[in-house]
């Protein structure tokens, strides 16, 4: 089955402690993204990437860190810098071109203690 | 950075009626999308539009992307129990080819009561 896969559904961190979220796809796109949501509201954009090893900083990059080695994976590292980092964080990916509308993973739970 | 404003924040409707809702921007879209939220899960992908004044249906959802690029609604026709959910629109500025981040509203919370 195709999709895009986020792993684990629920993180715990002490505060002050760095922590990475996996996002994996195999459907064979270009880009992908991380969102971040919060109680009530609906998604901001920390960083996308259209294509491996590059990438841009979206609205809310402060205190988030990506890397994209390979076209599958798109990692997401919330630093002690982030100042609250308790949220559910979403990844996306979709094409590059025209028709590019951008599908979710089940997302990850984030909760700092 | 753009904002969406997406409305109404929520809805309270008999099963069986029809629904709609609606965002706008003060920015100009090249693609408007909508999406549907299950509690703890993420956003599903309802229907996308790509052209100003388009018209799309997918099954009981019909939405239209306003000719001045502006806007954007969206209608659930004979509402079920399983359209419960939180609806959020998204537009997205990228054309010629690119892709880049969506722009969220803060999605119209649908409930229905039997």
């Known amino acids: 089955d195709g999709g895009i896969t986020q792993s684990p559904k629920y993180l715990f961190r002490k505060e002050g402690q760095n922590v990475t979220l996996s996002c994996e796809q195999n459907l064979n796109h270009d880009a992908m993204y991380w969102y971040r949501q919060d109680p009530g509201q609906g998604l901001r954009l920390i960083y996308y990437?259209?294509?491996?090893?590059?990438?841009q900083k979206g609205d809310i990059a402060e205190g988030y860190s990506v890397s994209r080695e390979k076209k599958e994976s798109f990692p997401l590292t919330v630093t002690s810098a982030q100042k609250n980092p308790t949220a559910f964080y979403l990844c996306?990916?979709?094409?590059?071109?025209?028709?590019?509308?951008?599908?979710f993973g089940p997302g990850t739970r984030l909760t700092v203690l | 950075g753009q904002q969406l404003n997406q409305s109404p924040q929520s809805m309270f409707i008999q099963e069986g009626e029809d629904v709609s809702m609606n965002c706008t921007s003060s920015?100009?879209?090249?693609?408007w999308l909508w999406y549907k939220q299950d509690p703890g899960e993420g956003p599903v992908l309802l229907i996308a539009?790509?052209?100003?004044?388009e018209l799309t249906s997918n099954g009981r959802l019909t939405a239209q992307f306003g000719i001045t690029r502006k806007d954007s609604f969206l209608n659930i026709s004979a509402s079920i129990p399983s359209d419960v959910g939180i609806y959020f629109c998204a537009g997205q500025l990228g054309s010629g080819g690119g892709a880049d981040g969506l722009t969220f509203g803060k999605g119209t919370h649908l409930i229905i009561q039997p």
């Open positions: 990437s259209q294509i491996v090893n590059d990438f």
């Open positions: 996306a990916s979709s094409k590059v071109g025209v028709y590019n509308e951008q599908f």
């Open positions: 539009l790509y052209k100003a004044g």
């Open positions: 920015s100009i879209f090249n693609t």
